[in-house]
């Protein structure tokens, strides 16, 4: 099992920046995937940002070019940086990590992004 805490969640006004942070602990070897997914009141969950443990990204096309997630093997932490932010990309956010086989190995208890002016 892995545990994960996730962090930098805010009040920012739209177009303002924040960056999330999630740390990892217990079975690290195990993880080959780390993702954020966020979840609005009244919307299902959907996933923003993915990274595998040896760098390669993809996007929700609702976020390409805003956002940009990251990793730190080092630290066993994953960023995901979030610019340009809008009232839309106001939600709970999620971090998730998978072995290899897409399993789910953890996730984190969320950290609160709001967007408003």
């Known amino acids: 099992q892995v545990q994960l805490v996730e962090s930098g969640g805010g009040l920012v006004q739209p177009g303002g920046s924040l960056r999330l942070s999630c740390v990892a602990s217990?079975?690290?070897?195990?993880?080959?995937?780390m993702y954020w997914s966020r979840q609005a009141p009244g919307k299902e969950r959907e996933l923003v940002a993915a990274v595998t443990r040896y760098g390669m990204t993809n996007y929700a096309d609702s976020v390409k070019g805003r956002f940009t997630i990251s990793i730190d093997n080092a630290k066993n932490t994953v960023y995901l940086q979030m610019n340009s932010l809008k009232p839309e990309d106001t939600a709970i956010y999620y971090c998730?990590?998978?072995?290899?086989?897409?399993?789910?190995?953890?996730w984190g208890l969320g950290t609160q992004v709001t967007v408003s002016s």
């Open positions: 998730v990590c998978q072995n290899e086989a897409m399993g789910v190995l953890g």
């Open positions: 217990g079975s690290i070897s195990s993880i080959y995937r």
